[in-house]
């Protein structure tokens, strides 16, 4: 048994509830309870001459629903079934109604089984998502990036969240990691009731990948409540009484951590100052280059929210906006994060309007001139062309400040010429 090591993990996630705390303070707690397999999906079984068969699918479905009715009794808690009968939901389905109904827990009941014909093995054991994701899990996680939502706090933090963007699943893996801990918790209570109370042989808690677990927003576990192929654990899992007991043990696992969460909710929040903006705006200079990238090259490594501004025949990449020390910081770090070691935060006074020079709008570059019928002729009447190095540029527009520039920009956007750059001429 592994329980103590988490106690002392648990004062980690203190901070991590209190960001939560008013979700916790306000609404029921929500729990699913999965049965594992169900319908023609029969999971692990055997057939005992004195017993009969002993399915998988039937064991898991008792426990679940005792669990349920033991929870209902209970107002604070609202229980979601992923199925109350005899039928098989796609573990997509599964994980879909747990990150639909913004769940707090997620609990799934199996039966293990072992290869050898009479099973040696014997107990119970737990299973949480490992933090370690292979390149195989990153592409299921991002394929079935739908269902993965990233809360509040953590959409503020990555507001460049790009799912196809490699850099991007440093978002991912740090949410994971989030629910893990909470996870190995509840896992950790699970194992030491059926140790303690009910005398079990416990395989402790353990690490997988697993389908069901991976995709869900929220701390989750699988339980194995023992070996359908050991003679003892297949008599206890089959009656009314082992289902019930096993039922119980979650139960109190489930309280207990419920009112772990209850009393660090409950501590008073110090006040924290409200945050004052800046009076400068800060910008996260990523890297000054001759080369212009478009929106969605690989070398801007999944960033969004970039602006290049030109200047003296190099582009600086610039990555959000902001005049908040603490999302500046954050996007400094979410700048180096995806791979820009070398990146800085630049402050820009809102508003000024340069004494000399102007700002214009890089509309194309080309070692060809643009056609005459060209939608950028077409609608810019105005635009100056220009040669240099065998190069020719086309700019459109003088603006006096960059937020102006910037709004010239957008305009621009609307009428479909994108990837124009900013240019900072200072004549
Ligand atoms: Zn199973």
């Not at 389905?93 to 050898?116: E, G, M, Q, W």
């Not at 990691?177 to 109370?197: D, R």
């Not at 654990?233 to 039922?247: F, K, N, R, V």
């Not at 660090?264 to 110090?270: C, F, G, S, T």
């Amino acid at each position: 048994m592994t329980t103590p090591i988490f106690y002392k993990k648990f004062f980690f996630l203190l901070t991590l509830f209190i960001t939560c705390s008013n979700l916790f303070s306000q609404k029921k707690f929500t729990i699913v309870l999965d049965a594992g397999h169900g319908g023609s999906d029969i999971g692990a079984n055997r057939y005992y001459s004195d017993i009969g068969a002993v399915q998988e699918k039937n064991v898991t479905l008792g426990v679940v629903l005792k669990l349920g009715r033991m929870l209902e009794k209970n107002k604070d808690y609202k229980v979601i079934y992923t199925r109350k009968i005899d039928e098989y939901p796609s573990l997509t389905y599964r994980t879909d109604l747990a990150n639909r109904s913004k769940a707090d827990l997620f609990i799934s009941v199996h039966v293990n089984s072992s290869p050898s014909k009479s099973a040696t093995a014997q107990g119970t054991e737990t299973f949480v998502q490992g933090p370690n994701q292979n390149k195989a899990n990153l592409d299921v996680a991002k394929a079935e990036n739908d269902v993965i939502f990233l809360d509040e706090k953590d959409k503020e933090n990555f507001a460049s969240y790009n799912p196809n963007s490699p850099e991007s699943l440093i978002a991912l893996k740090i949410q994971q990691s989030k629910y893990l801990e909470a996870s190995l918790i509840i896992g950790g209570l699970v194992e030491e009731n059926f140790v303690k109370k009910d005398k079990r042989l416990s395989r402790g808690v353990k690490q997988e990948n697993l389908h069901v677990l991976r995709m869900n927003a929220m701390p989750s576990i699988l339980i194995e409540t023992g070996f359908v192929n050991n003679y003892d654990d297949a008599h206890y899992i089959s009656t009314e009484e082992g289902q019930q007991a096993i039922a119980e043990s979650i139960f109190n696992a489930i309280t207990s951590y419920k009112k772990m969460i209850d009393r660090n909710v409950k501590e008073p929040e110090p006040e924290k100052p409200v945050e004052q903006p800046l009076k400068n705006d800060f910008r996260i200079l990523l890297m000054s280059t001759p080369t212009k990238y478009n929106d969605d090259d690989p070398a801007l490594k999944g960033l969004k929210y970039i602006l290049p501004i030109k200047e003296n025949g190099a582009y600086k990449y610039y990555y959000g906006t902001t005049n908040y020390a603490s999302v500046r910081d954050t996007n400094l770090k979410t700048a180096k994060d995806a791979g820009f070691r070398n990146a800085i935060s630049i402050s820009f006074v809102p508003n000024q309007a340069l004494g000399i020079g102007y700002y214009t709008i890089e509309v194309y570059t080309g070692k060809d001139k643009l056609d005459s019928k060209s939608v950028i002729l077409k609608s810019l009447p105005d635009i100056v062309r220009t040669k240099e190095n065998g190069m020719f540029y086309y700019t459109n527009g003088k603006y006096k400040t960059l937020e102006d520039a910037v709004k010239a920009q957008k305009e621009l956007e609307g009428k479909g010429i994108t990837n124009t750059v900013i240019e900072k001429k200072l004549k």
